[in-house]
Every structure is written in C-alpha cells, then in structure tokens.
C-alpha cells in the first residue's frame, strides 16, 4: 500500500524517495547484458531443461566448487526463480500443518509461501541487541520447536547481519541429525562488507538447500533467475517442481547470468564497496538522530530501524513519513507480527535520494519526539 | 526417457526425427524481438507489478475487448507463465483433498499439477470417434462428479479438436450457476484453421479464468510468459500468488510480447497456414498407413494417433520407434494412463524432418501389423 500511495503522489507532481525497494541501481555487468542481447538475437527463445540451462548450472557449480573447499557439480545445481524456490523447498519438505521455524524479522515471502504452503510458523526472535545477531541459543530455541524445517538467512534482510561459521555448523550439524530440512537463503551473500561471509553450501548435508539469486549479485532483480545448491536427490525434487510449476526458465536469461559468473568478483567488489559507502553514509545521518535505534549492517544495504521513541507504530510512523515528508519507507511488520516498532530503509537507490530520504526519515523521528516532550509537558 | 535416450542416439552420431516437442521453429515477429532487446538495451531489468506489467495488461484487455464483444480491462487481466497459471488456479480454486474434473486425453502438466496440490482427479474420457470433442453429456458427467473444478481444453492439445460454443457456453453456465472454479486453457486459441475458436472469455462469469500463453501465439516458448483473463476478484487472487511465488515476471518479456500484439492477427495467419499446410501433409502419408487411426486435428500441430492394431502399446511403440527408425514421438500414457494405445506427433518442427519422421512412423506401424500377420498365420 505504501507503494501505490507513492504512486499517487508521484501522479500529483511531486517528488518521492523510494527507501522501501531492495532494487539495485548500480548497472549490471556488461557481459551479462551483452550475452542475454546476443543469445535473443540468435533466436534462442525455444526450451530448455527444467533443472536448468546446462552451461548455468556447470558455472555455478564451479564457482561453488572454488569456494565450498569439495567438488560441487552440476548434479548439485537447479535454477529456478529465487522466489519460488522458497515455496518449492516448503513443498518438498513439509506437509500442510507442519511447523516450520523462522529466525524473526524474516523477509516477507516466508510468511507469504508459508501461508500458500498451509504451513504453521514458529518463529524465533533474534535479539536486537545483538545486531539480530544468531546465536546457539536461538538454534536449540528453533530444534526444541521440533519443525519440519527451518529457513535461515545470512546475510540478512532487512537486519544487514551475517551470521557466524560456527553456529551455522551447529545449526546444519543439527539437521542432519535430526533430519530436519534446512533452506539456506544466502540472496546476499556477495554483499557482506565488513564481516566474512559463510556458505552452509561448505557443509555437506542430505537436508541442507542453499539458494542465491543473480538479481542481487548482478542487479538484475527483472532476470527473475536464482539457483539451489544442495545433494542430488533434493536438487532432482526442486527440478520435478520447477518442470511441474514453470517448465523451465528462458535460454537467454541463464545464458546471460551464466557469463556475469565469469566476471563476478570484479563486479561485486564494487558493488560492496557501493554498499558500504551508502550504509556508511546513512549512519553518519541516523546516528544524529535522537529517536532512532539500529545495528549498523555488516551486509546488504538495509537499516531495520526501532521507531518506538517516536511514540507511532509502523505504519503510521511510514504513512505520516510517506505524506508530509514524500519519503517511503517498508512497515517492520512485513517482517513479522512483532516488528510493529521497527521500518526498514533501503540504501541502494540513487544515492542522492537515498540520503534525502534518510534525512528526511531522521528529522521526521526527532520532530515526532520533540512534539511528544512537548505535549506530555502540560501534563506533567 | 524418450527425450534423454534421443540426445544418447544423436551423441553417437545417427539424426533423430523429433516429433515429441510442442516447439514452435517459425521465428517469432521481429517486433517481439525488436521489443525484448530494446528493452534490455534501455537496462530494463527492474521489479514490476506482480499483476504484470500495465503496458502488456492494457493490450491483452484491448485484444480481448475486440473478441469478447464487452469491455474487458486491465482489472481481467493478470500476466503469470502460462504454466504457473495452472497451478495457481487449482490452489486458489481448490484444497488438498478435494475433486477436480479432466476431459481426457489431457495436457501432462495438469496431472502434475494436480497431483502437486494433492488433488483427486476424476477423467472423463472423451469419445475418440467424435475426434474427442466435447459433447453435452461429457459435461453432464463432469458436473455429476460434484467437482471444485473442472478444466477444459479447446483447442486441444493434444487432439486437435476445438469445442463448439453451445458445449462451452453450457458448461460455463452450469459452473457458474453451482459455483465450480473453470480454467479454460486457449493457448492454441490462435491456431485453429479449419474451425471457428470460441473464447471461454465472451461469456462473463466470476467462476471461469481463461489462460493463453504467448509461447504458442508468436513461438516464443522460451520467453515463459502467459496470461490470465477473468474477474477482476479472481485476478487479484491470481496476482497474490505471483507475488507470493515468483514476485513478477521480467518487464523485457513483457514489452516483446506486448509489441507482438499489434501484430498478431497477420502473424497467426502465417502460422496458421504453416499448421494447416503441415497438418495436410501429415494426414496424406497417415492415412496410407492401414495400422493406425487417428482424428485429422481442426486446430494446432498435433496428431493424437491409435497404434492398437500395431500391438504394441505407446511406451514400447515409442522406444522401438526412436531405436529402430531414429524418430521421438509422446507416448499417450502423458495424457492420462488409459492412453496406453496412443502417440502423440507434433508437426511443428522442421517441416521436413516432420514428414521423414511421419513416413517413418507410419512405415513402422505397417511393419509391426505385417510382421503381426505373418506370425498369427500358422497358427489358423
């Protein structure tokens, strides 16, 4: 709704900064334009395999191998939208009424493939404190619920955390044990600044998925192209459900994303330098804020803000921002029920709006706070 | 199996005539291409409305409020591909458990999906002396298994028959009238040629979503886009399940197929002429065969053809087939398991890889019958 009433507003003449979408404006690589044009204009616009294209599928497996320290191949490789590989990794492994476990706030499609699943969700808060931070604790919290499956997001949206190498170990250890079904959602992988980033695609596990998506790594959120990495029987069950729910993707937007693998770490160290710069930025203006709480993101280029010192819940607090100061924002409860007192800010717009829109954000919290000393003076 | 055992054949080096892929080989309309490529050259590569893109919404409505004789807009039309769309009517129409009708012979991805949903199925096979049309009692048999809903198929694949307006406006009244979800799957609406195609979406119903897909209007499978047509409540339930699955669907896509519009009516009549021309030519050397018996299609690309009197049934017929004559048919077990005495041939493939697989197909039958004769004779 925030999106539409932005809409309205932009339609009346004015102008309004779009902190709410996680849509990269950095361009994307040149190779992975050039060869998706080059693959169109020869005409490659028939079917392809359900599990996906497979000179994709080989580049991913690869780079995994490179970085995974255990040969990765191409059986271990589906493509699929990173989108739907969410509710097609829910379908595989739950039932209608089963429990599932999200580590809190989580991005909204869990919630919304969750429902369409029929599944029941435990969710599990993460301590703000810490960053939001996952800890043993939070593991044996999620186990002690005795799910059907767990989805686990490092680095996180909209917290910006990364989570540490030794409680993902844990955490997979544990499902393997237990034979609970592990989707591990590492969309932002390639964006973490200033912690190291580790891959549960490291540990060999027959329950453990991890997906990626090339809309983040290469800003091309419009490609709708993502991949699973996992053991071969899970990968055969995602590619039966792609081949079931889509048939298979387009040759030439595989074909594209396939020839940005060969380019990708010159591409994303400049992305995170971006990133990093932007989240930097924000900061120096939040900081200034009187009536505003954060962990600063190690990744990504979300702020999930507490908004509680303002007085006004989320949505009020994203729709007052929205019509008196044209700055939109995301309300914390699409990342759960209990994120009432939080918005999210996304930093990878324009840089200019961004930082327009964050100040604009900061001067709107403090007035709200100042207006609040102010009207609970007579009453005191 | 078929497809893997033909690419096993073509490794060692022998040509296989392929006849088992819906695979349109007519290059798309340069202004689909043109479209696409602009598009992406513009950087194109942003999130749109899980409802499709408004430019590609306007132009289906526009279409269809030519054909419909009553206004349609952009609130009846939801873009999703068109294969997605199968599921995501069952899911919005249906519960695990409860009873959806086929006719049959029916497409493969409808049991799939079905069976993905966790539905119970109930076939009403049609009569294959009528050419499998659709009859008054068909539909009397549909609507007496007390359905949630009920899908059909004109023009079908894989018969090639298309349903005459009277069964169709009947079978939408009764849904209508007790409440049953309709799919009504068009997406060979734009290749019927030697009989009039009667769109579900000329009759105004809140039960009946109509689905086309572009893959088949301007040959372009790859671009795995489609649309659905309907009220404006069931299309908003179709858009929150996009949304909820795969977000949104590329905007280069959708512009190409939105470009192709303006062309369609004279490049369906080029693809038209080229099915009806292929079909004819098909039709001659079948009929010279005295082992099979078949419907001549009135729309599409497909035989669905009767190889009883061969002996052998589809799986063996198929893989004796592509060893022995190096030709890849269907076998009619993918429509429904009591289609264990049929094949089923695309023609729209190289067309003269079309007529060397036909005459092979049709030089094996005669064989097998012969072959038959020979060995039943010293038994009289």
Redesign the interface.
Known sequence: MVLERAKKIEESGAYVYHLE?G?PRQ??PREV?DK??DA??Q??????YSAGHPTLRQAVARRFSKHAGRPVTEANVAIS?A??LI?QFL?LACD?GDRVVFFTPAFP?YW??A??V?LDVVSVPLDHRSGFDLSHRDVETALAANPKAILVNSANNPTGAVYSREVLEHLVGECERRGIFLLSDETYAEVAYSKPFFSVSRIPSRFALVMGSFSKMF??????TGFALGDPELIEKISL?T???????????QLGAAAGLGVLDTYTASVRARCAAAVANCHEILRGSNALSYGVPVAGFYFFVDIGATGLDDMSFAKRLLEERHTAVTPGRSFGAAYTGFVRIATCGRIQDVLEGTRRLAAFADSLVAEGARVEEPAR
């Open positions: 979408l849509n361009p994307a334009m998706t044009i169109l204009q005409h490659a616009v028939g079917y392809t939208p989108n739907l509710s379908e209608p499609t919304a493939a429902a369409y029929g800003s091309i959120p419009g490609f709708r459900s081949s079931t729910l889509i048939s298979c993707l387009p040759v030439f937007t």
